[in-house]
């Protein structure tokens, strides 16, 4: 079993920035990849990004590449999700999930365990 609890979000202006964390407890953290998705209200959630076990290895959704980054702490059982440049279209409730098996970083089904959300809204 894995815990996820994020925290961080807010209320930002247009082009500020927020960082957001996931302290994960159960699980020996370094073992498995993680990943941020987001979910804004009456559309899918939907694919932000992810960091492998060693936080060696990044991956991006399009929409975010640039200005977003992904990164954890292994000795804290932490990641974390920059956000710079922010838009009003990134309003929405971020979750991070734990990948304990092999699959697509950037699928939804292909995690395990999830965190209860955290709100960001974007003001323009």
């Known amino acids: 079993q894995v815990q996820l609890v994020e925290s961080g979000g807010g209320l930002v202006q247009a082009g500020g920035s927020l960082r957001l964390s996931c302290a994960a407890a159960g699980r020996t953290f370094s073992s498995y990849d993680m990943g941020w998705f987001r979910q804004a209200p009456g559309k899918e959630r939907e694919f932000v990004a992810a960091v492998d076990w060693s936080g060696g290895s990044t991956y991006y959704a399009d929409s975010v590449k640039g200005r977003f980054t992904i990164s954890r702490d292994n000795a804290k059982n932490t990641v974390y999700l920059q956000m710079n440049k922010l838009k009003p279209e990134d309003t929405a409730v971020y979750y991070c999930?734990?990948?304990?098996?092999?699959?697509?970083?950037?699928?939804?089904?292909?995690?395990?365990?999830w965190g209860q959300g955290t709100q960001v809204t974007v003001s323009s």
């Open positions: 999930a734990a990948q304990i098996g092999v699959g697509v970083r950037s699928i939804a089904s292909a995690y395990d365990y």
